[in-house]
């Protein structure tokens, strides 16, 4: 299993991006799907997850501003960033749960190479 992330990018601050994940390779089912963050000399934290019936959370730091959407049919996910601040800057990774060839195997943790977002003032 591969992921494939891209869409990153420079923007001004007040500008918009959007992010895709696409999975691929011998996939049983997807779970959950998420984008992470990373900024300089901080923890990767959650911005955004989304579960396989819909369902989705986000920072508070994003909330009104990103949103987090998927296609089951090309394995992808999206994050869509309006209203980009400074502080929105760093990488990107995403994040699927799957589960791979067979029903009873488990379900395992991926992520993306990471895709960087920098937001200037």
């Known amino acids: 299993v591969q992921l494939q992330a891209s869409g990153g990018g420079l923007v001004q601050a007040g500008g918009s991006l959007r992010l895709s994940c696409e999975a691929s390779g011998t996939i049983f089912s997807i779970n959950a799907m998420g984008w992470y963050r990373q900024a300089p000399g901080k923890q990767r934290e959650l911005v955004a997850v989304?579960?396989?019936?819909?369902?989705?959370n986000y920072a508070d730091s994003v909330k009104g501003r990103f949103t987090i959407s998927r296609d089951n049919a090309k394995n992808t996910v999206y994050l869509q960033m309006n209203s980009l601040k400074p502080e929105d800057t760093g990488v990107y990774y995403c994040?699927?749960?799957?589960?791979?060839?067979?029903?009873?195997?488990?379900?395992?943790?991926?992520w993306g190479q990471g895709t960087q977002v920098t937001v200037s003032s």
């Open positions: 994040n699927v749960r799957i589960k791979g060839g067979r029903w009873y195997q488990p379900e395992y943790d991926y």
């Open positions: 989304i579960s396989s019936g819909g369902s989705t």
